[in-house]
């Protein structure tokens, strides 16, 4: 049943996915540029707990429809999605970078800064460039080595 219908519920969550996304956008293109690191975070932090619950929910598909099509897992999808379609929107990574160029100079000059939201954006970037592409291909790290690694070496 699940081989029949199995495209149709695998698009079907990749849609949704990126529809449920929109209002995060058009909120993250709203926030003051000062708030961007927590509230990406905050995001971030949800989104993967959804990730989570929908790779259990989804689970048979995963192991069975999703190899035998060479598809990106659900949780590949999802990250996928998000990075795309949140992260690398260019107002919303524009803003990030900034900040986090910002914070980090700030923080190198002598002035207190929340050091655990500059990781955790950090490592939200480094968790979305090391995703696997279908058939288990390394993607490349695109989004932490060139969105953010190169402009703070330069600004170094």
């Known amino acids: 049943m699940l081989h029949k ?3 149709l519920l695998y698009q079907g969550v990749k849609q949704t996915t990126i529809e449920l996304f929109q209002p995060m956008v058009e909120r993250l293109q709203k926030c003051p540029d000062e708030d961007i690191l927590k509230r990406m975070n905050e995001l971030w932090k949800q989104v993967k707990l959804c990730i989570i619950m929908i790779k259990d929910i989804l689970m048979y598909m995963d192991r069975n429809y999703v190899p035998k099509m060479k598809l990106p897992s659900m949780d590949q999808l999802q990250t996928s999605q998000f990075k795309h379609h949140v992260v690398l929107q260019p107002q919303i990574r524009n803003k990030l970078i900034s900040m986090l160029l910002s914070q980090i100079d700030s923080e190198r000059n002598g002035h ?21 592409a ?20 330069a600004e170094t």
């Open 134 to 153: 279908a058939g288990g291909v390394v993607q490349n790290k695109r989004l932490y080595e060139v969105e953010f690694e190169k402009p703070f070496i």
């Open 112 to 132: 207190m800064v929340e050091v655990s939201q500059l990781r955790q954006a950090i490592q939200m970037l480094v968790e979305l460039s090391s995703g696997m």
């Open 5 to 7: 219908h199995g495209d």
